[in-house]
């Protein structure tokens, strides 16, 4: 894992994450489910972690299984509630 795409692509963080830790997409997909969302596919966490924003159902749960700050996994959704907090 190239560690400046992880650096600046959150879904690259969540891969890096499962790569230190030999976990497998489906293993990661248990773990959400395992916080109490739909399981999502396999699939699904694989475009996560190329090119799709992470779902705001399975947000916090991802959050929580990589120690990843919500507004990291989503930074243009922490940006816009800053703004409009302002």
Same mark, same amino acid.
């Given at each position: 894992?190239?560690?400046?795409?992880?650096?600046?692509?959150?879904?690259?963080?969540?891969?890096?994450?499962?790569?230190?830790? /030999? @976990?497998?997409?489906?293993?990661?997909?248990?773990?959400?489910?395992?916080?109490?969302?739909? #399981? !999502?596919?396999? &699939?699904?966490?694989?475009?996560?972690?190329?090119?799709?924003?992470?779902?705001? /159902? @399975?947000?916090?749960?991802?959050?929580?299984?990589?120690?990843?700050?919500?507004?990291?996994? #989503? !930074?243009?959704? &922490?940006?816009?509630?800053?703004?409009?907090?302002?």
């Amino acid at each position: 894992m190239d560690i400046s795409a992880a650096n600046t692509n959150p879904g690259a963080r969540v891969r890096a994450f499962r790569d230190e830790r /030999d @976990i497998s997409l489906d293993e990661m997909a248990d773990m959400i489910a395992a916080e109490g969302v739909k #399981r !999502p596919s396999a &699939a699904k966490l694989s475009r996560i972690e190329r090119i799709q924003p992470i779902a705001l /159902d @399975i947000l916090p749960a991802i959050s929580k299984i990589t120690g990843i700050p919500r507004e990291e996994l #989503r !930074p243009e959704l &922490a940006e816009v509630l800053r703004e409009r907090l302002e």
